[in-house]
């Protein structure tokens, strides 16, 4: 599997954005979606995540309200909606996928997550 993210870049405070992730490969063992963040000299951190058709989602409180996901099955490709944009969401994004099935797993462990694109900049200024 092959993840491809793209639509980064710099906007403004209270601005919007959407990052895209399109996936390639043996994409229907695919088990679950997420996207991550990592701001310098900071460690990677989970922002939200899906089920395999993102019906349903898992979203970290510091963007809970402002950031959604979803899944374009004909493009196979994840969305990262990111609304009411804050300085603080500033930093390298990154889509993952994860293949292994498990009934009790972390959405937020990076080490769950078997297959990663290569992170798109976002910069929010105030």
């Known amino acids: 599997v092959q993840l491809q993210a793209s639509g980064g870049g710099l906007v403004q405070a209270g601005g919007s954005l959407r990052l895209s992730c399109v996936a390639s490969?043996?994409?229907?063992?695919?088990?679950?979606w997420g996207w991550f963040r990592q701001a310098p000299g900071k460690e990677r951190e989970f922002v939200i995540g899906?089920?395999?058709?993102?019906?349903?989602?898992t979203v970290e409180d510091s963007v809970k309200g402002r950031f959604t996901i979803s899944k374009d099955n004909a493009k196979n490709t994840v969305y990262l909606h990111m609304n009411s944009l804050i300085p603080e969401d500033s930093a390298v994004y990154y889509c993952?996928?994860?293949?292994?099935?498990?009934?009790?797993?972390?959405?937020?462990?990076?080490?769950?997550?078997?297959?990663w694109g290569q992170g798109t900049q976002v910069t929010v200024s105030s």
């Open positions: 993952a996928a994860k293949e292994q099935m498990k009934i009790i797993w972390n959405w937020r462990s990076a080490l769950e997550y078997e297959y």
């Open positions: 490969g043996r994409t229907f063992n695919i088990f679950a």
């Open positions: 899906c089920g395999w058709d993102c019906s349903s989602t």
